[in-house]
């Protein structure tokens, strides 16, 4: 949840109106998409969420050591 709040707020900052039209209709998108896949295709659905966890599960390490990289180098541009 913190996620979808943090990008409608980077959203919502922008001066121009179309990237909250168009994060609005993707989530509208995205809403409608999974709740037919959940009525008529749950193996599918099932299948796009062991897909995104996956992908979630891989892509975390390397996040978060590009995170503690960038803090390294921070703190040793700041504290010298």
Do not use: Q
Not at 17 to 25: D, V
Not at 33 to 54: E, K, M, R, T, Y
């Amino acid at each position: 949840m913190e996620l979808k709040t943090a990008t409608r707020l980077g959203a919502n900052l922008s001066p121009e109106p179309f990237s909250n039209i168009a994060l609005s209709l993707g989530e509208d998108f995205i809403a409608i998409a999974s709740s037919v896949l959940l009525a008529f295709h749950l193996v599918v659905l099932i299948g796009v969420v062991v897909v995104f966890l996956c992908t979630v599960v891989w892509l975390f390490p390397k996040i978060v050591r590009i995170l503690r990289n960038a803090l390294k180098g921070l703190r040793t541009k700041c504290f010298t």
